[in-house]
């Protein structure tokens, strides 16, 4: 079993950014693709990024692609989620969680209930 723990979440200004880092421990972090979720007030967890296990294959949700970048180290056993350009709709708890598999496709892989492991979530507050 993995233990996966999110930090630098915080308050920033629309047009700002800020970078969550996952560190995780436990279960072998490289062997596993990596997401990246969020979950607003009242509405359901949405997948925002995901990741393959070797880092060569990324995949972002439409609302946030071209801002938002998720990356891994498998050195340091932590993936990223450098987020740009942040709107007042990225307000959010966001959650790292790994998948069962290393590689991921759109059709199975982006969806919160494939994953088997998650963080206890880090909120990010975006002012307008």
């Known amino acids: 079993q993995v233990q996966l723990v999110e930090s630098g979440g915080g308050l920033v200004q629309a047009g700002g950014s800020l970078r969550l880092s996952c560190a995780a421990s436990g279960r072998t972090f490289s062997s596993y693709a990596m997401g990246w979720f969020r979950q607003a007030p009242g509405k359901e967890r949405e997948f925002v990024a995901a990741v393959s296990w070797s880092g060569g294959n990324t995949y972002y949700a439409d609302s946030v692609h071209g801002r938002f970048t998720i990356s891994s180290d498998n050195v340091k056993n932590t993936v990223y989620l450098q987020m740009n350009d942040l709107k007042p709709e990225d307000t959010a708890v966001y959650y790292c969680?790994?998948?069962?598999?290393?590689?991921?496709?759109?059709?199975?892989?982006?969806?919160?209930?494939?994953?088997?492991?998650w963080g206890q979530g880090t909120q990010v507050t975006v002012s307008s």
């Open positions: 969680a790994q998948a069962p598999t290393r590689v991921l496709r759109p059709a199975w892989g982006l969806q919160s209930n494939y994953y088997t492991s």
